[in-house]
């Protein structure tokens, strides 16, 4: 069966942050037709847009999967669901947050789904734990992960989160 591979940004600042993220990794490889193959470090940043809220604990997964966008991005949806994520605020605070940030080398833009996830590029919670686990990875309009997290700068507001522990195990 052919299989794509994909990335999965996670967040979350409500509650227990950390546990959260480890469920939504557990959750994400028992799907039926994805398997987790590489997690980042998990970081503590910031947050962006809504400012009145917690620190997230944000980390990436890369998958290999035989679903298509669109099926992967309702299993997400579910994974949020059975997590008890809530949308009262754009932006705010949640349990978990779950985005497709980059589907192969595909580009996708419907109203529900845009791959590569449209702040990718502009987001170092993102860049910097995507950089750890793909280094070399190349956004479908040609630019370099590495070289967009450079772009940045000093990454203020983002840390690794309790170095030398905060690690996502893979699935067993």
């Known amino acids: 069966m052919e299989t794509t591979k994909a990335y999965i940004g996670l967040g979350s600042n409500m509650g227990e942050r950390e546990a959260s993220l480890r469920q939504a990794v557990e959750l994400l490889d028992a799907t039926d037709g994805v398997e987790v193959t590489n997690v980042s470090s998990i970081y503590e940043t910031e947050p962006v847009g809504y400012l009145d809220q917690p620190d997230f604990l944000n980390a990436v997964v890369e998958i290999e999967t035989s679903l298509s966008a669109r099926k992967l991005l309702l299993a ?87 170095p030398g522990a905060a690690r996502l195990d893979l699935p067993a």
């Not at 579910?78 to 595909?106: A, K, M, S």
């Not at 109203?111 to 993102?126: C, G, K, M, T």
């Open 76 to 162: 997400t949806k579910e994974i949020e669901r059975l997590q008890e994520r809530r949308r009262d605020v754009r932006w705010g605070p949640r349990t978990i947050d779950l985005d497709i940030l980059l589907f192969g080398n595909v580009r996708i833009s419907e109203p529900d789904l845009r791959v590569p996830h449209v702040e990718v590029s502009n987001r170092a919670f993102v860049l910097a734990p995507l950089a750890e686990i793909a280094p070399d990875l190349t956004l479908p309009d040609g630019q370099k992960i590495r070289d967009l997290l450079a772009a940045l700068g000093k990454l203020e507001g983002v840390r690794v989160y309790r």
